[in-house]
């Protein structure tokens, strides 16, 4: 599945939940991966999230910082902002998010084996959750240079989704 973000959608704070998604609903625990690359020369940005509502959500997501950058960010009770972030050298990432209980771990890995934390956040969203893919046309132009008039662009590829 490509994701095709035009220039300016994000899911940030209360200004701009603009980005486009892919979601289904989920209820309990649950483990999803799915592996994200370049489309084209655009920026790759985006990830799996984890919906509730405007005010509950999470979203692990490559690239908002350069290609190589990972980060878990969202908002929870109302309260915007970044939980963890890293970066993994250059290929193809590959994102995991975990929800058991009210916890929800992001991790990451450029090869299958060697899964790294980017850190986890408690979630008490109550009732059904929305989760998916997404994609940020959000551009750092200090990160990426170039004009990129139609946005960024972003494969996912397979989207996995367990549950107990």
């Not at 109550?126 to 998916?132: C, S, V």
């Not at 994609?135 to 990129?148: E, H, K, M, P, T």
Request: glycine residues 14%; charged residues 20%.
């Amino acid at each position: 599945l490509n994701i095709n973000a035009s220039n300016c959608t994000n899911l940030s704070g209360w200004y701009n939940r603009s980005a486009p998604r892919v979601l289904r609903a989920c209820e309990g625990d649950f483990a999803m991966e799915v592996s994200c690359e370049s489309v084209d020369p655009r920026p790759a940005i985006g990830g799996l999230l984890v919906w509730a509502d405007e005010r509950s959500y999470l979203g692990l997501r490559v690239g908002d910082h350069g290609p190589q950058s990972i980060a878990l960010t969202g908002c929870i009770d109302g309260r915007h902002g970044i939980i963890g972030r890293g970066q993994l050298p250059t290929g193809v990432a590959r994102l995991r998010l975990e929800k058991v209980g009210t916890v929800v771990r992001g991790l990451c890995t450029v090869d299958g084996n060697t899964w790294f934390s980017v850190g986890e956040a408690e979630m008490r969203a109550p009732g059904t959750l929305q989760i998916g893919l997404f994609g940020v046309g959000n551009i750092y132009r200090s990160r990426y240079i170039g004009a990129f008039p139609e946005g960024t662009a972003i494969r996912f590829s397979p989207l996995e989704i367990w549950q107990p």
